[in-house]
Structure formats: C-alpha cells, structure tokens
C-alpha cells in the first residue's frame, strides 16, 4: 500500500517536475515479468522514479548500499523495493553481501518481477553513454541458474535524455530498446566470455538510445539543451531518435563553432512567431492565477529548493532530492496551509486543498511562457534562427 501511495505522490510531482515527456519504443506501462530493466544512469534516484512511473506493475531497484546506512533512508527504501548493491568505492567489507542481493533478485524474477538496473554504476550529469559495468551481467547471469528463467527473463534496454539538471519543467525523452532474452545466449558456467557477450548486445542497443554529446564546450551545450527542451513528437519515433542522435554528432565535431553567443535561461523558445504570440497570450491569461500560486506556494519551494541547493552543493543529487522533498512534503504542506486558510478565509478547507497545487502549476507554466519571451527577445535574428531551424527540421 505505501508503495502505491508514494507512486501516486510521485506522479503528481511530475507534473510539475517535467514540461514534456517523450516516449520511444516499447510501451514500459504494458511490460510484465519476469523481465530486467537496463538503463543509463544521467539523473540520480530520480531515474528509477521515472521508469517506475512509467511501468504499471511494480519495480524493484538496485542502489548502492551506503544510501541504506541511515535507519530513515533505509525504511523508505525498502518499502520503496530497494535492493542494496555493494561495491569497492564504498563499502567494501561487505562485498559479499552481493551474494544475498543476487539471489534476492533471482527470487523476484521467478515470482514474475520487475527489476531496474542502472548499467552505467555510477551518474554523472551529461549526455553521452559511460562504459557499462558488470553488475547486470553479474545478476542476468545469476538468475539464469534458473532452468525455468533461461527461457522467460527479459532484458529491456532504456535510454533516458533529459534537457536539464538542475531546474523543473524539464524535457525528457525516455527511449527503449528490443527486448531480448539473454537465455538465448549460449549459457557458460564460466562467467567471463559469458559477461562478455551480455555486455557487448547490451552495449550495441544502448548505443542507439543515448545520444553522445562529445563535447564540453559551453556554448555548444547551450545550443543541444535547447534543442532537447524544445522538441516535440510531431514526427515518428524513428525519425525523431535519428534526429536527436545526428545534432548530438552534429555538435560534437571538433571544428563546430556554435554561431549562438547568448546563454538561454532554461533553454525555453517559441518554436516559430505563431508560437511566440501564443506565449504571450497564455502569459497573460495564467498572470492572475500564477501570482496567487506564488504566493501560496512561495513559503514552501524556495526555503526547499535554498536547502536541496545547499545539502547538495558539490554533487549530482540536487533533482533527486528536490524532487524526494517535493512528493513527500508538499502534501503536509498543502493540508498544513488549508486548514491555516480555512481559519482566516471564508474559503472552505477542500476547495484550497485544490487551489494551491493548481495555481502552483500554474506558475509553473507561467514561469515557462515569460522565459520563452525573454529567450527569444534576447537573441539576435541570426541566432535565433539558427536555433529554430535545428528544432523543426526534425524528422526530414
């Protein structure tokens, strides 16, 4: 029950959490087990939120084990279907206790379970693939001594794109892959030239699902969130993924000079001058509710957001637990407020149990539509052409 209480928390915050969500490939709410989840890992504990969402029947997790030392964390995650995995860089003296993991997998695959992996090990926050660990062909490995799983288990590869790291309203373009079924490999008691070639089919699929930006140049990866953040599926899958994956190369070579010198707040822009007068009008129309959004809601978001800033100066974990904070106190902060409210308004207690999620989203979009304008009166005609060609020529 819980997990389905904080699932259905979860869904909420992304509303507000993410602008647009693109899905490619097979529909992760239809997958049923046994079957393995393989994905990258850009976003911290935030990916295992999303991929979660998107999947109807419940999902276990692997993550690292030093996140179970503290006894909060370690209940949460268990009602969450965390499973501990240990590794050298943190606790190695427990190495072993690998062992119980595995076979805890193992059992959940044979009742018919889900299970995300994060292939990758490790989250850095860029847009190009990390080499794959053994960890998922440790564990694919081990469920095989399974005659019965050899012929059921399913690998799913997933590849997760955001636009942004560090701000809500972000775009995020969830791609998966052929399943397949590693008990087609030719099964090898000795695990070497078995991982081997687990990793390399694993590999091959994930080489089409995350595009690699190549390049640390500022203003290069000004031009490439911009174009992820604005995409739309106006095009097929197909055509879209091969757009995305051709820009990543595209900006990547080492003689590309980005003609765009203006940083983008948030990376929003009209995606034509049609698009651009419609920001203005929906601006306009959400200025009313928008301002009392802020207001309502200013309390909570900015004192949360000045902590998860500060908590998490220096490391990759500020979405994670921004977003955390946000599923599981903004209902306490919602009640708290309507009651408060309810004393000092006519307003009954129910109606600003609706009021104050509803005009923080609407902030949220007001927020959206006001950086769009700013984004697009900001840069020169060159640039700002050079953008919009990049976004809508997608799928030709």
């Given amino acids: 029950m819980f997990y389905y209480c904080i699932k259905l928390l979860a869904h909420c915050s992304l509303l507000f959490f993410f602008r647009r969500k693109i899905r490619c490939g097979f529909p992760?709410?239809?997958?049923?087990?046994?079957?393995?989840?393989?994905?990258?890992?850009?976003?911290?504990?935030?990916?295992?939120?999303?991929?979660?969402?998107?999947?109807?029947?419940?999902?276990?997790?692997?993550?690292?084990?030093?996140?179970?030392?503290?006894?909060?964390?370690r209940l949460l995650l268990k009602f969450l279907n965390g499973i501990p995995v240990y590794r050298a860089s943190e606790e190695k003296e427990k190495l072993r206790d690998n062992f119980s993991s595995f076979d805890l997998c193992r059992n959940i695959l044979k009742?018919?379970?889900?299970?995300?992996?994060?292939?990758?090990?490790?989250?850095?926050?860029?847009w190009k693939l990390k080499p794959l660990k053994s960890g998922t062909a440790k564990i694919v490995h081990h469920a095989l001594h399974d005659r019965e799983l050899r012929h059921t288990l399913q690998v799913v590869p997933v590849g997760l794109t955001y636009s942004d790291y560090e701000h809500p309203a972000k775009t995020l373009i969830i791609q998966t892959g052929e399943i397949f079924y590693p008990g087609k490999l030719p099964y090898d008691e000795h695990t070497g030239a078995w991982k081997h070639e687990f990793n390399a089919q694993l590999l091959q699929q994930f080489y089409s699902l995350v595009p690699a930006l190549e390049t640390n140049k500022e203003k290069v990866k000004n031009v490439w969130?911009?174009?992820?953040?604005?995409?739309?599926?106006?095009?097929?899958?197909?055509?879209l993924v091969r757009y995305i994956h051709y820009q990543a190369g595209l900006l990547s070579a080492q003689d590309f000079e980005s003609p765009v010198h203006q940083k983008l707040k948030r990376y929003f822009l009209p995606l034509h001058y049609i698009d651009y007068c419609k920001s203005y009008a929906i601006a306009v129309l959400l200025c009313i509710p928008a301002l009392a959004g802020l207001v309502l809601n200013s309390l909570f978001y900015f004192p949360m957001r000045t902590f998860c800033?500060?908590?998490?100066?220096?490391?990759?974990?500020?979405?994670?637990?921004?977003?955390?904070?946000?599923?599981?106190?903004?209902?306490?902060?919602?009640?708290l407020a309507s009651v408060l409210l309810n004393y000092f308004t006519p307003a009954p207690f129910w109606s600003w149990i609706l009021i104050i999620p509803l005009t923080g989203w609407?902030?949220?979009?007001?927020?959206?539509?006001?950086?769009?304008?700013?984004?697009?009166?900001?840069?020169?005609p060159l640039e700002r052409n050079y953008i919009l060609e990049l976004i809508n020529r997608r799928g030709s």
């Fill in 111 to 126: 009742n018919k379970g889900i299970i995300i992996i994060f292939s990758e090990g490790i989250t850095v926050h860029e």
């Fill in 309 to 335: 800033r500060i908590k998490t100066k220096g490391t990759i974990f500020f979405d994670a637990l921004l977003f955390g904070l946000l599923t599981m106190i903004y209902p306490l902060y919602i009640l």
């Fill in 225 to 239: 969130q911009a174009i992820v953040a604005n995409i739309t599926l106006k095009h097929n899958c197909n055509n």
């Fill in 362 to 380: 609407c902030s949220t979009k007001f927020w959206v539509q006001t950086t769009k304008i700013k984004n697009y009166l900001a840069l020169k």
């Fill in 28 to 73: 992760l709410h239809t997958l049923k087990g046994p079957a393995i989840i393989a994905s990258n890992h850009p976003n911290s504990m935030l990916d295992a939120v999303v991929i979660g969402c998107e999947c109807k029947q419940p999902v276990h997790f692997m993550i690292r084990s030093d996140m179970f030392n503290k006894p909060v964390f």
